[in-house]
């Protein structure tokens, strides 16, 4: 052990490590856009933040309790053209939002059914529902956007309260209540039991089968959450929605301190490695670098957090 970890132990300051990453970013991109540091600019990143965030909070407790779910991006997508179509089948908007919620919370029971039930490995599983649901949006609506939502259903994604993009006051609120669950409830202890000893806490009594169904299902619910806002936003629902998205939940997730193989993380952490993820892309973007080598990037990022102890405080 070097001097600097001797006297910083990583486990108490890990989320200091984190805010230094998020105030280089801030400082780094401000000196190289003149656009960066504008109240135009930061409140394009608060609506970005917003569906990345979503799916990032039932994503912590799934990566807490030893799992990982990569069908999130497809369940997004499955959840917007299927309220896209209810609704140009004549239904009423919210309506079409419940059926859109409903269909993405079908898709994480099916998850949570062959995973928890059947002990079937949650990547395999999740990989498997990622190209099945990419294709059958497709099938759905063929490919083409779909648009023409009435008014009322743009106050989701494009109003502001106060000077604050609604959505993003949605997300800070989920963030407090799961943050809350997390740290108060005996449901967290389960989550946190199932991560760092499967058999223990089965042994105990607790239906790992029931928490683990429950994590799922809120995995498929917030995805749907998640694309019913970003329709509201970009006034589109369409196939391609979502696509990738799930490398931006898991690298925030991580970069946030929680372990890759379970029993430590936090929601706090998480919401940090969300604004660093935000503001990074949002800072390339600015400087107008490819998605292609944002995706380098981020990737390299992704790594970083799985192999430095700095980040999953180990």
Not at 98 to 121: E, K, P, S, T
Not at 156 to 175: D, H, R, S, T, W
């Amino acid at each position: 052990m070097n001097a600097w970890t001797s006297r910083f132990p990583l486990k108490g300051n890990k989320l200091i490590v984190q805010m230094l990453l998020l105030l280089v970013i801030i400082v780094l991109f401000s000196f190289l856009s003149p656009y960066f540091l504008t109240v135009t600019n930061f409140m394009n990143v608060l609506n970005q933040m917003v569906e990345v965030g979503l799916i990032a909070i039932p994503m912590t407790m799934i990566i807490i309790s030893g799992a990982m779910d990569l069908s999130v991006g497809s369940i997004l997508a499955f959840s917007a053209v299927s309220m896209g179509v209810a609704f140009e089948r004549g239904l009423d908007i919210w309506i079409s939002v419940i059926i859109g919620l409903l269909a993405g919370l079908l898709c994480g029971a099916v998850n949570g059914y062959l995973i928890a039930r059947h002990r079937m490995q949650a990547i395999v599983v999740t990989i498997g529902m990622l190209v099945m649901l990419r294709g059958l949006v497709y099938v759905i609506n063929q490919g083409r956007p779909i648009s023409g939502f009435p008014d009322a259903f743009y106050f989701m994604g494009q109003q502001y309260v106060g000077g604050i993009p609604v959505n993003a006051i949605f997300l800070v609120v989920m963030f407090l209540l799961a943050s809350f669950v997390m740290k108060k409830t005996r449901f967290s202890t389960y989550v946190y039991g199932i991560g760092n000893n499967e058999e223990v806490v089965r042994y105990s009594g607790i239906s790992v089968v029931r928490i683990r169904f429950i994590l799922f299902m809120l995995s498929g619910l917030f995805s749907a959450l998640a694309g019913i806002f970003l329709v509201s936003r970009l006034a589109s629902a369409e196939a391609t929605s979502g696509t990738n998205i799930e490398l931006d939940v898991i690298t925030a997730t991580l970069i946030g301190g929680t372990h890759i193989f379970g029993g430590r993380g936090s929601l706090s952490g998480t919401f940090v490695g969300l604004l660093i993820i935000v503001f990074l892309r949002n800072g390339l973007n600015l400087l107008g670098v490819s998605v292609l080598y944002q995706a380098v990037i981020l990737g390299a990022l992704l790594l970083l957090a799985v192999g430095n102890k700095k980040f999953n405080g180990e």
